[in-house]
């Protein structure tokens, strides 16, 4: 199709060849995968990893003398400094692995319910995931800390004038997510982070949906904690990080007890392990680790600005296709967001549209995208959310605009 | 007036007409549109059954031993289901409600949207058919 050539110079295909899932069928017909924003498939490369770990060097870690720990601790060390540089993290060991973003979260809600007192508060955005929006809501039951929320607006940004009105002096932690899950806003948390500074509050960021499009500086953007997941990033399922400043990690209690996670113990007192291990108690993901420093890898070997630049094209397509289909609702109409189409056609339930599209080979989530408060400004349902990755094509789109065209027919 | 089974044989045979899933699915988004809605009273928290994905009402009521069920879900292919389900369910007595199954929708190729993971409430909604039987049945008995 004409209309389908693909301008960049991004050689889309040969990537393709590294997602053997690509190559799969859905009832029949060929898979179109844009359901990117939950999970992203994994390469070949990231495969061969895992299967490399389980074949050759499979063994716990930082305990064996033998040759199989010392090779596997070694891999998931490297692992730990390929995040580190990666983010621009400034020390290995403010390099944490966690079992993904939500734990990361909890580590710090966590840590904070032993500093925060009754008065003090906390700000959270519209725009959260549930995630990000249940713990600190636990957290302020338990220390009598107060909620605000920053409020959106129609075009589903943050409303900063709204923001600047809830700093005080009270704050002590702002929590906001880099990137919308729901509808794929670029938040500017650079003025968050300044502005919440200024009044003494710190900044913990959810990088989960900004971090497969975009390279978080830790170190410019000047955050006290940045948390991301794995399978966000090519990588495995149950694996994230948690950046966090040096002060802020040596003044939170840790999270669990375990192994790894102590120096000494006595009947009578037990000294914690420095960083990170202070935070990384038990056996972890060992091989989910060593397969996350690969996805880093092989995600800087395509280039993050390639990968963003590439991303964009396909969501501009898109968003024109798409628009050209009568009543049909884009959410989110942040000119600074990624590859993420949130939408409803008139009335018709996303549910509806989203068994439609399965039917047709095309995976999109529906539903409330697990932000049901940005649903409710809305007053829908929830919506039907279509996610780009760098493997996906424009001759995609077009399979998937025509399958959103035959469900409209048959559901309208 | 036809039992459970038989209604359940006549639903399998209508859809042996067809050839291909999108002709099964028009008519059960036909099916969903021509559903007799459930009376706007009962259309509350009471009667809701919460899918993540869709919503689902169920009301019933008992006559002269047989029980009648309204229904409605705000995602058009779940009604068209829901309407599957009600013509077989609606208008039984108690203990044949309780005896009959689903397998039926297995058979007509509709076995995914009765999958939990499917989250679109019509799995709690059988349970919830099953369970106005079980009452009805202890009250009839009482």
């Avoid at chain 1, 923001?163 to 005080?168: G, H, I, R, T, W």
């Avoid at chain 1, 948390?189 to 502005?195: M, P, R, S």
């Avoid at chain 1, 780009?388 to 309208?412: H, P, Q, R």
Wanted: with cysteine; glycine share 8%; proline share 4%.
């Amino acid at each position: 199709m004409a209309t389908a050539s693909t301008t960049s110079t991004f050689d889309v295909l040969r990537i393709r060849e590294d997602f053997p899932i690509l190559n799969r069928k859905v009832n029949g017909q060929p898979l179109v995968y844009f359901d990117n924003a939950a999970t992203s498939q994994t390469p070949q490369q990231v495969i061969d990893v895992i299967v490399d770990y389980y074949s050759n060097y499979n063994a716990n870690i930082h305990r064996g003398v033998h040759a199989l720990s010392q090779e596997a601790t070694d891999a998931y060390e490297q692992a730990r400094i390929k995040l580190q540089k990666h983010f621009n993290i400034p020390q290995a060991y403010q390099t944490l692995f966690t079992s993904g973003t939500t734990h990361g979260i909890n580590i710090v809600a966590s840590g904070f319910s032993e500093i925060l007192k009754a008065g003090d508060e906390i700000i959270v955005s519209a725009l959260e995931h549930h995630s990000n929006i249940v713990p600190w809501q636990m957290l302020c039951e338990k220390t009598g800390a107060v909620l605000k929320v920053i409020p959106m607006t129609d075009s589903g940004e943050l409303d900063m004038n709204a923001f600047d009105a809830l700093l005080s002096a009270q704050t002590k932690l702002v929590f906001v997510n880099h990137v919308s899950n729901a509808l794929g806003t670029v938040n500017p948390i650079e003025e968050i982070i300044a502005k919440t500074h200024q009044v003494g509050g710190a900044v913990l960021v959810d990088g989960a949906q900004a971090s497969p499009h975009i390279k978080a500086d830790v170190q410019a953007l000047d955050v006290d904690f940045y948390v991301v997941s794995g399978h966000k990033m090519c990588g495995p399922t149950g694996v994230g990080m948690l950046y966090g400043k040096e002060a802020w990690l040596e003044k939170l209690p840790p999270y669990q007890g375990g192994g790894e996670m102590i120096d000494q113990v006595t009947f009578e007192k037990t000294t914690y392990a420095g960083l990170p291990h202070k935070f990384e108690a038990g056996t972890p993901n060992i091989c989910g680790g060593i397969a996350f420093g690969a996805a880093i890898d092989y995600m800087n070997a395509i280039g993050f600005d390639a990968i963003a630049a590439y991303e964009h094209e396909l969501l501009v397509y898109a968003t024109q296709q798409l628009l050209e289909i009568e009543d049909l609702r884009i959410y989110g109409e942040s000119k600074d967001k990624t590859a993420v189409i949130s939408f409803n056609v008139g009335s018709i339930h996303p549910y509806d549209i989203g068994t439609i599209l399965d039917k047709l080979g095309v995976a999109v989530r529906t539903g409330h995208h697990c932000a049901q408060p940005i649903m409710d400004f809305y007053k829908i349902p929830g919506t039907v959310r279509a996610s780009f990755s760098f493997y996906n094509t424009k001759e995609e789109i077009d399979v998937f605009v025509a399958a959103v065209k035959k469900a409209v027919s048959m559901l309208g | 007036m036809s039992s459970i089974q038989e209604i359940q044989q006549e639903i399998i045979e209508e859809f042996e007409m067809f050839d291909d899933w999108m002709q099964r699915y028009e008519y059960m988004i036909e099916l969903g549109k021509s559903l007799p809605l459930i009376d706007d009273k009962y259309k509350t928290d009471e009667y809701i059954i919460k899918g993540c994905q869709s919503k689902v009402w169920v009301h019933a009521d008992f006559n002269e031993g047989n029980i009648e069920f309204t229904a409605d879900s705000d995602a058009i292919i779940t009604k068209g289901i829901i309407a599957i389900l009600i013509r077989s369910f609606s208008n039984q007595p108690p203990q044949a409600i309780l005896d009959a199954d689903t397998s039926f929708i297995d058979k007509i190729g509709l076995k995914e949207h009765l999958s939990p993971t499917r989250a679109n409430g019509l799995v709690s909604m059988i349970k919830q058919i099953k369970l106005y039987a079980v009452a009805y049945q202890a009250k009839a008995e009482s």
